[in-house]
Protein backbone atom coordinates (compact mmCIF):
# COMPACT_ATOMS: atom_id res chain seq x y z
CA UNK A 1 0.00 0.00 0.00
CA UNK A 2 1.58 3.55 -1.11
CA UNK A 3 2.19 5.63 1.83
CA UNK A 4 -0.34 8.82 1.40
CA UNK A 5 0.87 12.15 0.26
CA UNK A 6 0.78 14.79 3.47
CA UNK A 7 0.21 18.70 2.15
CA UNK A 8 1.61 21.23 4.91
CA UNK A 9 -1.03 23.71 5.32
CA UNK A 10 -0.54 24.45 8.44
CA UNK A 11 1.62 28.09 8.19
CA UNK A 12 -1.41 29.67 6.48
CA UNK A 13 -2.69 33.42 7.71
CA UNK A 14 -4.56 33.63 10.26
CA UNK A 15 -7.35 35.86 8.61
CA UNK A 16 -10.20 33.07 7.12
CA UNK A 17 -9.50 35.23 3.52
CA UNK A 18 -5.95 35.58 3.76
CA UNK A 19 -5.29 31.87 4.44
CA UNK A 20 -7.95 30.82 2.02
CA UNK A 21 -6.15 32.91 -0.90
CA UNK A 22 -2.96 31.66 -0.09
CA UNK A 23 -4.57 28.19 0.27
CA UNK A 24 -5.86 28.07 -3.27
CA UNK A 25 -2.55 29.74 -4.84
CA UNK A 26 0.00 27.92 -3.39
CA UNK A 27 -1.48 24.67 -2.05
CA UNK A 28 -4.35 23.69 -4.48
CA UNK A 29 -1.55 23.10 -7.71
CA UNK A 30 0.67 20.65 -4.95
CA UNK A 31 -1.88 18.72 -4.06
CA UNK A 32 -3.01 18.18 -7.48
CA UNK A 33 -0.03 17.43 -8.02
CA UNK A 34 0.46 14.78 -5.32
CA UNK A 35 -2.68 12.94 -6.75
CA UNK A 36 -1.18 12.50 -9.64
CA UNK A 37 1.32 10.03 -8.14
CA UNK A 38 -0.61 8.75 -5.18
CA UNK A 39 -3.68 7.24 -4.24
CA UNK A 40 -4.55 9.83 -1.00
CA UNK A 41 -3.60 13.60 -0.60
CA UNK A 42 -3.83 14.37 3.22
CA UNK A 43 -3.87 18.19 3.87
CA UNK A 44 -2.58 18.92 7.22
CA UNK A 45 -4.26 21.95 8.75
CA UNK A 46 -4.01 23.66 11.83
CA UNK A 47 -6.76 24.14 14.52
CA UNK A 48 -8.24 27.39 13.31
CA UNK A 49 -12.05 29.47 14.43
CA UNK A 50 -14.88 28.88 12.51
CA UNK A 51 -14.43 31.55 10.10
CA UNK A 52 -12.00 28.70 8.25
CA UNK A 53 -14.72 26.26 7.99
CA UNK A 54 -16.53 27.09 5.41
CA UNK A 55 -13.62 27.10 3.03
CA UNK A 56 -12.02 24.57 3.70
CA UNK A 57 -14.93 22.24 3.68
CA UNK A 58 -15.51 23.46 0.48
CA UNK A 59 -12.12 23.17 -1.01
CA UNK A 60 -11.80 19.80 0.48
CA UNK A 61 -14.62 18.54 -1.01
CA UNK A 62 -14.26 19.95 -4.71
CA UNK A 63 -10.82 18.48 -5.07
CA UNK A 64 -12.05 15.21 -3.51
CA UNK A 65 -14.82 15.48 -6.44
CA UNK A 66 -11.80 16.62 -8.98
CA UNK A 67 -9.32 14.26 -8.51
CA UNK A 68 -11.75 11.43 -7.70
CA UNK A 69 -10.91 8.13 -7.31
CA UNK A 70 -7.89 9.42 -5.52
CA UNK A 71 -9.36 10.34 -2.31
CA UNK A 72 -8.97 13.71 -0.59
CA UNK A 73 -9.06 14.54 3.11
CA UNK A 74 -7.59 16.91 5.84
CA UNK A 75 -6.69 16.72 9.64
CA UNK A 76 -6.63 19.85 11.20
CA UNK A 77 -4.85 19.32 14.82
CA UNK A 78 -3.07 21.64 17.38
CA UNK A 79 1.12 21.05 17.26
CA UNK A 80 1.06 19.28 20.26
CA UNK A 81 -1.49 16.26 18.60
CA UNK A 82 1.47 14.30 16.47
CA UNK A 83 0.20 10.99 17.43
CA UNK A 84 -3.21 11.39 17.33
CA UNK A 85 -2.21 12.98 13.57
CA UNK A 86 -0.34 9.78 12.62
CA UNK A 87 -3.21 7.61 13.68
CA UNK A 88 -5.91 9.48 12.34
CA UNK A 89 -3.38 9.31 8.71
CA UNK A 90 -3.13 5.57 9.15
CA UNK A 91 -6.68 5.14 9.58
CA UNK A 92 -7.49 7.54 6.30
CA UNK A 93 -4.54 5.41 4.61
CA UNK A 94 -7.55 1.79 5.19
CA UNK A 95 -10.86 3.64 5.03
CA UNK A 96 -11.28 3.72 1.18
CA UNK A 97 -14.48 5.08 1.48
CA UNK A 98 -13.77 7.96 3.32
CA UNK A 99 -13.09 11.29 0.96
CA UNK A 100 -13.86 15.01 1.54
CA UNK A 101 -13.60 14.73 4.81
CA UNK A 102 -12.03 17.35 7.40
CA UNK A 103 -11.05 15.45 10.43
CA UNK A 104 -10.61 17.93 13.78
CA UNK A 105 -7.89 16.55 16.33
CA UNK A 106 -7.23 17.52 19.76
CA UNK A 107 -4.81 16.31 22.06
CA UNK A 108 -6.76 15.85 25.78
CA UNK A 109 -5.96 12.53 26.86
CA UNK A 110 -9.41 10.20 27.17
CA UNK A 111 -9.96 9.77 31.42
CA UNK A 112 -12.41 6.90 32.26
CA UNK A 113 -14.74 7.98 35.03
Known amino acids: MSAPAIVDARDLPEGA ?18 AKERPLVVIDFAIADYTHASWRQAVVGQLARELAPVRVNAVASDSAALEARAETINYLQHAPGVTGQILALDDIPFENS
Open 17 to 34: LDAAAQFHASLVPLVREQ
